[in-house]
Nanobody, 120 residues
């Protein structure tokens, strides 16, 4: 069982930047696919970015603005978010799966979430 703990959320003005971190523990981090999802009230949890080995994947809405990376030595996954927009507001969740997936229903482990609020 992988444990995921997010940090780095907060309030930022539009155009600003934030970096989210996901500290992981467990035996499968090196071979797992890691991802970030986000959710706003009343909507389904949506895929934001993912990484497995050296391959990265992004939602169209964040392509070119967000960067996902992982530090295997620190067992940590990061999401660098630049040029933030009010529509990026939501609770951001770290996710772990045996294979890369954009579907929340296929995620194996979730973090507790961290709030990101972008003001206009």
């Amino acid at each position: 069982q992988v444990t995921l703990v997010e940090s780095g959320g907060g309030l930022v003005q539009a155009g600003g930047s934030l970096r989210l971190s996901c500290a992981t523990s467990g035996p499968t981090f090196g071979s797992s696919a890691m991802a970030w999802f986000r959710q706003v009230p009343g909507k389904e949890r949506e895929f934001v970015a993912g990484i497995r080995w050296t391959m990265t994947y992004y939602a169209e809405s964040v392509e070119g603005r967000f960067t996902i990376s992982r530090d295997s030595a620190e067992n940590t996954v990061y999401l660098q978010m630049n040029s933030l927009k009010p529509e990026d507001t939501g609770v951001y969740y770290c996710a772990e799966s045996p294979h890369m997936t954009r579907r929340a229903t296929e995620v194996r482990s979730w973090g507790q979430g961290t709030q990101v609020t972008v003001s206009s």
